[in-house]
């Protein structure tokens, strides 16, 4: 039996907190057959390709300038006609697999940017690089709620606590 999950995290956006967690705890409860729908401030695009390495379609909708509505159903769900497939990355963002391209590593400063502004950036990120690339992100604190989406992913990381109380994380991509 199918069942529609609604989930709004503008209150917790509007806040500055992080709504991550709630969203992951809200996935992991879903049923192959279920229909999530998500309300959000912003597009949630690094969701987007989350969710999709976890078998989940989605459509985006913009409804006002602070309000989006993801709407996700797992891939086994027979798609209606008029639902595609969101685009997660467009073919000039992607860096291209390249075998004889040594590793690189790409540096972000997320020091400043409210939640979940550094998480986004950083999943963004690497979406975008090359297995075995590694992303250095700097942020205001050592970021737990990215570091356990990092452990679910299976990345590597090591994590470095700065002078100033922040935090330096190289994340290497596998």
Same mark, same amino acid.
């Given at each position: #039996?199918? @069942?529609?999950? $609604?989930?709004?995290?503008? *209150?917790?956006?509007?806040?500055?907190?992080?709504? =991550?967690?709630?969203? #992951?705890?809200?996935?992991?409860?879903?049923?192959?057959? &279920?229909?999530?729908?998500?309300?959000?401030?912003? @597009?949630?695009? *690094?969701?987007?390709?989350?969710?999709?390495? @976890?078998? +989940?379609?989605?459509?985006? $909708? %913009?409804? &006002?300038?602070?309000?989006?509505i993801t709407t996700f159903k797992h /891939?086994?769900? @027979?798609?209606?006609?008029?639902? $595609?497939?969101a685009e997660i990355i467009s073919e000039?963002?992607?860096?291209?697999?390249?075998?004889?391209?040594p590793a690189q590593t790409y540096e972000?400063?997320?020091?400043?940017?409210?939640?979940? %502004?550094? #998480?986004?950036?950083?999943?963004?990120?690497?979406?975008?690089?090359?297995?075995?690339?590694?992303?250095? !992100?700097?942020?205001? /604190?050592? *970021? #737990? =709620?990215? !570091?356990?989406?990092?452990?679910?992913?299976? +990345?590597?990381?090591?994590?470095?606590?700065?002078? &100033?109380?922040?935090?330096?994380?190289? !994340?290497?991509?596998?």
């Amino acid at each position: #039996m199918s @069942k529609i999950i $609604e989930l709004d995290v503008r *209150p917790y956006l509007r806040k500055k907190l992080e709504p =991550f967690q709630v969203i #992951m705890d809200t996935v992991k409860t879903l049923e192959k057959e &279920d229909t999530f729908v998500l309300h959000a401030t912003f @597009k949630p695009t *690094p969701l987007l390709g989350l969710l999709k390495t @976890k078998g +989940y379609n989605n459509t985006v $909708e %913009q409804i &006002d300038a602070e309000h989006w509505i993801t709407t996700f159903k797992h /891939r086994s769900q @027979k798609q209606q006609s008029n639902i $595609e497939p969101a685009e997660i990355i467009s073919e000039e963002d992607v860096i291209p697999d390249c075998p004889e391209r040594p590793a690189q590593t790409y540096e972000l400063d997320n020091r400043g940017l409210e939640p979940p %502004q550094p #998480m986004i950036r950083t999943l963004a990120k690497l979406q975008k690089v090359q297995s075995g690339d590694k992303v250095t !992100i700097h942020n205001d /604190r050592v *970021p #737990m =709620f990215l !570091i356990e989406e990092l452990n679910t992913l299976g +990345y590597t990381y090591e994590v470095e606590d700065q002078e &100033d109380g922040s935090a330096k994380v190289t !994340i290497t991509k596998s």
